[in-house]
């Protein structure tokens, strides 16, 4: 995966805008079930990557609210690049 911290910013807000669609377009697609449901979904993937997100979380010295937000929020995006030092925090 790529090493430059551009890439991954670009990826997280592609997160952020994930999950504009998803309700957004539920509600313009008059279906809003359907969008809640997916932004569901994505948060309950983002709760099975919490165990790994927590590890390298802690041997960066981050608090556990920090981690726990920031993983419900990025998940895989903002743990990768913490562990392979490309954010800091």
Same mark, same amino acid.
């Given at each position: 995966m790529n090493k $430059? =911290?551009?890439?991954? =910013? /670009?990826v997280q807000a592609s997160t952020i805008l994930l999950y504009i669609l998803l309700i957004g377009g539920g509600y313009v697609l008059?279906?809003?079930?359907i969008g809640w449901g997916l932004y569901a979904a994505l948060?309950? =993937?983002? /709760?099975?990557? =919490?165990?790994?997100?927590l590890k390298i979380g802690r041997e960066r010295g981050l608090s556990t609210m920090r981690i726990v937000v920031m993983? /419900?929020?990025f998940g895989f995006t903002w743990w990768v690049p913490l562990k392979r030092g490309?954010? $800091?925090k």
């Open positions: $430059k =911290l551009a890439f991954w =910013l /670009l008059n279906q809003p079930a948060f309950v =993937l983002h /709760l099975f990557e =919490l165990k790994t997100a993983n /419900l929020i490309i954010i $800091k």
